[in-house]
């Protein structure tokens, strides 16, 4: 569970480096912290291929869609997008003996329209693990161990810098207090009531759902 990675994140150092990095400015999307839960290697997944390995009764079904550019605009076509996150009991697949393996892990390519498509379960808000060392750091501090509800990306492209970062679910209630203070304001991402429809036949959705546009920029490499 990588408790050195997580003592970095709580301390706010992954975040400072990531700060000294990649500094602000550019079209590029902004870059936040890995996190201690990725795990290389994830499957390739089909163009709106559902994430969901399980599908736990408490879990709200979210499709998620955007393009991928370069700092023009222009679309990157073949561009892959890792992507991982907590199932809606709060713990990743890697923390959860039930789960099955690779579950909400998977990696997406766009298509010739720099166009990317998901179907997965809207994230929620989570702890960080508490029963090591960063747990005793955190009560020590009286500092909660939450992080608000993401989703996490690793995109690459030829040609562009590599991109980590993440989407965070506006109105969550610790967007201002991320236990790693990698929280930001360009980063939080609307999640949306589905329209239902032709939308929800074509990625092979029943029931309710939310959705979530969100484009990422990418940096040419210098």
């Not at 994140?9 to 700060?19: I, Q, R």
């Not at 009286?142 to 989407?167: D, Q, S």
Request: include cysteine; charge should be negative; proline fraction near 6%.
């Amino acid at each position: 569970r990588q408790e050195f990675i997580l003592l970095s994140d709580t301390l706010g150092v992954s975040m400072l480096v990531d700060a000294i990095n990649h500094p602000k400015g550019g079209a590029g999307t902004e870059s936040t912290v890995l996190g201690p839960f990725y795990v290389p290697a994830s499957p390739a997944m089909a163009f709106g291929a559902d994430l969901r390995r399980r599908h736990l009764a408490e879990a709200e079904t979210c499709l998620v869609t955007g393009k991928v550019t370069d700092e023009q605009g222009a679309p990157i076509a073949g561009a892959t997008l890792e992507v991982w996150q907590t199932a809606a009991n709060g713990f990743y697949d890697v923390q959860d003996a039930s789960a099955p393996e690779w579950n909400l892990r998977g990696c997406y390519t766009t298509n010739a329209r720099g166009e990317y498509a998901l179907v997965t379960e809207k994230p929620v808000s989570y702890p960080v693990p508490t029963d090591g060392p960063v747990g005793r750091m955190l009560a020590a501090g009286g500092r909660h161990a939450f992080r608000p509800a993401h989703l996490h990306f690793m995109i690459k492209a030829e040609g562009c810098e590599p991109l980590v970062t993440h989407v965070f679910v506006d109105g969550d209630a610790y967007l201002d207090s991320d236990a790693v203070f990698a929280t930001k304001q360009s980063l939080v991402g609307e999640f949306k009531p589905g329209v239902g429809g032709e939308e929800a036949r074509r990625f092979g959705i029943e029931g309710p759902y939310v959705k979530l546009e969100y484009d990422f920029g990418l940096m040419r490499s210098r």
